[in-house]
C-alpha cells in the first residue's frame, strides 16, 4: 500500500520510480498530482505530455492518457494535442534542457500563442539523464561536465523569458517550497491560456556533485534561504535581494485562448 | 512490512535514504537507521504532512482516516 493519493493517480506497477536517491523530481511529479486532485478534475479530459530526460520519464508513471515524446518537441506535440481535442486539459512535463535549450524555440511559440497547455519545468539547473552537461539554466560559474571550469553563459528566467513571449500565467517555486508549488500548479491549470510553472527541482547526482553543493537536504536548505517571495520582495530594499531569487506567482494576465480563438474562425465559415 | 504509528506508516522497500523528511520534520519525529528513515519519537508528530509533502519516493505518509480523527 501507498497513500491514496499515488494508489490513486499513478501506474503502481511502475513504482518505485527509477530517480536517484533525494531527486526532486518526485517531489515535483507528486505536486503535479496533488494539484490535480484538488482541482477534482476529470482524469479522462487530462493528457501528459513530456520529451526526454530524467524529469520527462514521469508521465510513464502517471496512471492517465500520456505521451512521452521526442526531445524538446513535448511542447510541439502538445500543441498538435490541443488543437485535435480543444476540451483536454493538456500538461507538459520537461526539463530545463528540454524546454530551454533543444526545445527553447516550441517554448516561445506556444506561450506566443497563449497555447492553453500548463507547463511545469523541472529545473534542476542541469542535463540530469545525459550526465551532467549545463543547461541554459546553470547559474554562471558553476560547473557541469561541459563546463569543467565554470560556465560562461548567462541564465535563462524561464519565467521571465515565457512571460515576454506571450505566456499569461508564470510562477516559481521550489522542491521546498512544495505547498506553493500545488497552489501554482493549480492556478496555472485554472488560466485557460499558456500556463508556465518554474519548478525548482535538485539533481543532487550531477548538479550537486559537479559543484560541491552538497546532497539534496543541503541544496534544499539552500533553496529555502535565497527564495524570497514576491509579496515580500516587494517591501525589500534592493541589497536585501542581491543573490537572492522570486517565488510565488509571477504574472497572470488571462487572454484569448488559442483554439477558442482558431474555432471562431471556423463557426464563421459554417454560419454563412 | 509497513512501519506504523499514530496514522505516520513508513513503506521502507521504496525508502531510498536521503533524509529529506528527516531534515524538515518540524518535530524531531524520525531518524535514519541503515541508510533507511525509521520513526524515533512518534507521539511528537503533529501530523503537518511535511515528510510526505516533500519525500521524492512517496515512502511516508500520513493515513487519511486516521488523519481525520
Ligand atoms: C535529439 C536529441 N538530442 C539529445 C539527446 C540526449 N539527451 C537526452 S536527455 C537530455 C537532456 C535532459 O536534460 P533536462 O531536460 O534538463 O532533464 P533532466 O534529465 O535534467 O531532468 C539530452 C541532451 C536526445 N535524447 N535527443
Ligand atoms: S541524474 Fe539527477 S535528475 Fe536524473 S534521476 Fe538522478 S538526481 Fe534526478
Ligand atoms: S524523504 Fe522519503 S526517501 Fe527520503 S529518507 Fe524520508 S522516507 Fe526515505
Ligand atoms: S507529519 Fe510532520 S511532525 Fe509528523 S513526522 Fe511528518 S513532518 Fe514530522
Known amino acids: 500500500m501507498a497513500s491514496s493519493l499515488i494508489e490513486k493517480y499513478m501506474r503502481m506497477d511502475k513504482l518505485p520510480h ?89 517554448l516561445i511559440h506556444a506561450a506566443r500563442r497563449n497555447m492553453g497547455i500548463t507547463t511545469v519545468v523541472f529545473n534542476n539547473n542541469i542535463y540530469g539523464m545525459t550526465g551532467g552537461q549545463y543547461s541554459p539554466t546553470t547559474p554562471t560559474g558553476d560547473k ?35 505547498q506553493l508549488l500545488i497552489r501554482l500548479i493549480k492556478d496555472g491549470i485554472k488560466n485557460k491560456g499558456f500556463s508556465l510553472i518554474d519548478a525548482i527541482s535538485v539533481c543532487p547526482t550531477y548538479y550537486g556533485r559537479k559543484n560541491k553543493k552538497g546532497d539534496s537536504v543541503r541544496i534544499m536548505e539552500w533553496l529555502k534561504d535565497n527564495a524570497v517571495n514576491v509579496a515580500a520582495a516587494s517591501k525589500l530594499p534592493p541589497e536585501k535581494l542581491a543573490g537572492k531569487f522570486l517565488i510565488g506567482e509571477l504574472y497572470n494576465n488571462p487572454q484569448p485562448e488559442y483554439t477558442e480563438e482558431y474555432k471562431k474562425i471556423v463557426e464563421s465559415f459554417q454560419r454563412g | 512490512m509497513a512501519v506504523k504509528q499514530k496514522g505516520l506508516v513508513i513503506k521502507p522497500d521504496w525508502c531510498k535514504g536521503c ?32 515528510c510526505e509533502l516533500r519525500c521524492p519516493d512517496f515512502a511516508i505518509y500520513l493515513e487519511e482516516d486516521e488523519k481525520d480523527e
Open chain 1, 18 to 106: 527509477i530517480w536517484c536517491p533525494g531527486c526532486g523530481h518526485g517531489i515535483v511529479m507528486r505536486a503535479v498530482v496533488k494539484a490535480i486532485d484538488e482541482l477534482e478534475l476529470n482524469r479522462e479530459k487530462i493528457c501528459i505530455v513530456s520529451g526526454i530526460g530524467c524529469s520527462s520519464r514521469a508521465p510513464g508513471y502517471m496512471n492517465f492518457n500520456t505521451l512521452h515524446t521526442t526531445h524538446g518537441r513535448a511542447l510541439a506535440f502538445a500543441t498538435g494535442i490541443k488543437h485535435a481535442n480543444p476540451e483536454l486539459e493538456v500538461i507538459v512535463l520537461t526539463g530545463d534542457g528540454d524546454c530551454t535549450a533543444i526545445g527553447g524555440n516550441h
Open chain 1, 144 to 178: 557541469g561536465t561541459t563546463a569543467p571550469y565554470g560556465n560562461i553563459d548567462k541564465v535563462f528566467d524561464i519565467c521571465s523569458l515565457a512571460q515576454a513571449a506571450g505566456a499569461t500565467y508564470t510562477g516559481r517555486a521550489t522542491v521546498y517550497h512544495a
Open chain 2, 19 to 50: 533524509g529529506i523528511c528527516v531534515a524538515f520534520c518540524p518535530k524531531d519525529v524520525l531518524k535514519m537507521e541503515n541508510n533507511k528513515v525509521t520513526i524515533a519519537n512518534g507521539d511528537a508528530c503533529n501530523g503537518c504532512g511535511l
